[in-house]
Nanobody
């Protein structure tokens, strides 16, 4: 089975930075895109940032200019560099891998931004 292993979450003060990593392993026929979603309690899961196999990126308006998504296709790994963090960024962040016929999800990692 495909596994997505996330790391890098934690507690930071407003204005701080975190770098999330997501490494995919297992039998993957193809990868169309990888990305990060987040979900706060009582709120809908939303796309934070995505990157296609062709290198196109997409960001939520709320994080544009602060977050940067990148990938290493050879390692099937995606990263999310988060700078200038705000309390509103507090959520569980989920890694997503979009393959040709199925989507895979990581277990989620908690990001808490608090003074």
């Amino acid at each position: 089975q495909v596994q997505l292993v996330e790391s890098g979450g934690g507690l930071v003060q407003p204005g701080g930075s975190l770098r999330l990593s997501c490494a995919a392993s297992g039998s993957i026929w193809s990868i169309n895109a990888m990305g990060w979603y987040r979900q706060a309690p009582g709120k809908e899961r939303e796309l934070v940032a995505g990157i296609t196999s062709g290198g196109r990126t997409n960001y939520a308006d709320s994080v544009k200019g602060r977050f940067t998504i990148s990938r290493d296709n050879a390692k099937n790994t995606v990263y999310l560099q988060m700078n200038s963090l705000k309390p509103e960024d507090t959520a569980v962040y989920y890694c997503n891998l979009e393959a040709q016929y199925v989507n895979y999800w990581g277990q989620g990692t908690q990001v808490t931004v608090s003074s």
